[in-house]
């Protein structure tokens, strides 16, 4: 369906566009794409056509790069032009070529080279991600009586602008919705399947959406399956008695709380192994950055001894960064800005605890009642935005941003070694 469902016969021809969202890896961009061009390529002759990713980058690996390699099979001869002010693919097959320009939709300023684009059809990859904006700008773009619109999504919240302005109004736009799962992906063999399937909690936001392909709202604590008891698994009482590797997160406060935790990587485990963290408010002190240099230089301290770690800073704060680096403490030089994207970070503290690769030592209570009291932030649900309630003294989101940087590095790492 989805690859001829613009030819007559389909009896969905006079459609205008279609949808396909669902799971992660249910195999949605590679067909979508392929039909989008034989569509384009069966139709039109010197058209222009668009399509768009979050990132340039984005719709190039996770699109562009697939179709370079299956499209020369299907007698296409492809050009890729690599213009910083007009790049985009010149697609030949027998005597027609038609203009294939590609566009990032990462923010709302990001509409503005389309203000000169004049199309017979859009391709939107991870269109959940763009503006509505740029959505709509795009499809404006399109005035060809002919054209048709593609888009590719996975699950947000139910409030999200593109389930509430597009797929609860299928008929109204006229726009065919395929839903796919994991299942329906037959590059993907069984023991594939259920190593994705273990890397979320099943009672998790990330599982619901990632796995069944739900749209759903992300409700209540953050990490629903947070257990602190012993028995659980999470929070342990002993700690391995060596480290091959060491992250410090942190998380930076003058007036709100300043939050870092210790971690250690042994045996393809990660562990919280110690934390720091000071609450102005309720210490009636604001410390200034050179005291707080002391306090990580003494956090990087294990067994008696100095541990090079890298340190994950919130990359807004420079100047601290750039004290850092100049600090005598030569075990502390490993500065880095940390990886701010928070869905991000939040998976991958839920993948790392769902797989076993991470563990948090008893007597880091900050972090323990962090990952336990975390809430989502209903009011912004309601504006289609997932994030946590954001407080200042006696909210546990500072100890929670630490770690979501740290889990940044430490699942990366991870992936690299192929342990997750």
């Given at each position: ?394 909210s546990p989101d500072h100890i929670c941003d630490g770690n979501r940087y740290a889990a940044r590095e430490a699942a990366k790492q991870l992936r690299q070694m192929r342990i997750i």
């Open positions: 369906m989805v690859m001829n469902w613009w030819m007559p016969e389909s009896g969905v021809s006079d459609y205008d566009g279609i949808i396909l969202d669902g799971s992660i890896r249910a195999g949605k961009s590679l067909p979508e794409s392929v039909s989008f061009v034989d569509w384009a390529m069966a139709t039109f002759n010197a058209e222009n056509l668009g399509m768009a990713g979050k990132t340039l980058g984005a719709l190039r690996r996770n699109v562009i790069g697939p179709l370079k390699r299956v499209l020369p099979g299907r007698n296409y001869k492809i050009k890729d032009v690599r213009s910083s002010e007009e790049p985009r693919l010149e697609v030949t097959k027998g005597s027609r070529t038609n203009y294939f320009y590609l566009f990032g939709g990462n923010n709302e300023r990001s509409q503005d080279p389309l203000l000169g684009f004049t199309g017979a059809g859009f391709y939107f990859d991870q269109a959940e991600l763009m503006p509505k904006s740029f959505v709509e700008t795009a499809e404006g773009r399109c005035s060809h009586e002919d054209a048709k619109l593609w888009y590719n999504v996975n699950p947000q919240g139910y409030t999200h602008w593109f389930y509430t302005d597009y797929i609860e109004k299928l008929q109204e736009k006229r726009l065919l919705r395929l839903h796919f799962l994991m299942t329906d992906n037959l590059s993907l063999s069984p023991k594939t399947i259920a190593r994705y399937e273990r890397r979320w909690p099943k009672n998790s936001v990330f599982y619901r959406r990632n796995i069944l392909g739900l749209w759903v709202a992300a409700e209540g604590r953050v990490f629903q399956f947070f257990d602190p008891s012993p028995d659980a698994g999470y929070v342990v009482s002993t700690l391995p008695d060596h480290f091959t590797m060491y992250l410090v997160g942190s998380d930076y406060g003058t007036a709100n709380p300043f939050a870092a935790t210790l971690w250690g990587l042994s045996g393809g485990v990660w562990y919280i192994i110690q934390e720091f963290y000071w609450d102005s408010v309720i210490q009636r002190k604001q410390k200034t950055n050179p005291e707080y240099i002391e306090d990580i230089a003494r956090l990087c301290y294990w067994n008696g001894s100095p541990v090079a770690a890298k340190i994950l800073i919130p990359p807004e704060e420079a100047g601290f960064i750039r004290e850092l680096k100049q600090s005598p403490h030569q075990h502390i030089s490993h500065v880095r800005a940390a990886d701010n994207s928070i869905m991000p970070g939040l998976e991958d503290i839920s993948t790392l605890f769902a797989t076993g690769k991470l563990k948090v030592y008893e007597k880091c209570e900050k972090t323990i009642w962090g990952f336990n009291d975390l809430l989502w932030d209903e009011k912004k649900q309601q504006q289609g935005i997932d994030m946590y309630m954001k407080g200042g003294s006696g």
